[in-house]
């Protein structure tokens, strides 16, 4: 979701430490699939200025041994922010897909900073759009009349969770069918804060190459620290405008719980019987396409 509309002072802050950041020499970006073996998995996350929870899932293990390639999937947050070091780094990805999971709403009031050309394909599966306007809407009028009353932020995200798993399936199919069609060249999908949308999308993917249900919790529990991260400063203008409760109530929409994604993976056995039934009839992957997306993507 989008808090950018919601914290409107917080424009301010963003805007100059995006100005600011032009100025000030950055790192060179560490690319795990460029580092020795021993050190990419410490370097998932990758260093970019302003693109936030950008991670290569490489290097996990599947169950029946063999490993993910580094440098082939990227899941991250929004590029709204991106330096031009970042841009210079994203270059030196060789990307050659880009997804963007966002609304209409977001991309409006957010949109992505890219390489100009940006030298990949950028393709747009746009998910809750009608309910994250719904969403921030309803969150904007509590705001303002500061009124909570009966609304519960840890609802929302498992409704959405189990949404993702039945309404949003048309969607979800077109990832997997666009990673099948990469046929192992390096690409990324996105959302806002890289956690809901990309982290459920980067779950079943997951689970389709073989990954074990505990990895694929642990990853999508390492967002949480930087989509949190990324919103500090217009979580702090929120609070000291708008009051605590204001805050407290969009810190728990920024963060991710465990709870989130078992809904939606419940949701998945309610809705399709099964697993490999959604896999087989939601998703429209057969035998031949799951060793396909296997034998691209694993080592």
Known sequence: MNIRKIAGSGLIVAAIAVTVIQFIPAPPLLIPAALPQEQRSAHRLLNFEGISNFRDLGGYSTQDGRRIKWGKLYRSGTFAEASRADLAGLSALSLETFIDFRSELEKTEEPNRLPDPPGFTVID???LDDGN????????DRIESNNFDGFDPNQAMLTANRQFASEFTPQFREFVHTVLQADGAPMVWHCSAGKDRSGFAAAILLRILDV??????QDYMASRAPALASRKGQLRVLELFKGEEAASKLAILMGVEEAWLEAGFAQIDATWGSFDNYVETGLQLNAADIRRLRDNLLE
Not at 133 to 140: H, P, R, T, Y
Not at 212 to 217: C, D, E, Q
């Open 133 to 140: 306007k719904a969403l921030v809407g309803e969150i904007m």
């Open 125 to 127: 599966i746009p998910v």
């Open 212 to 217: 074990p249900p505990a990895t694929i919790m």
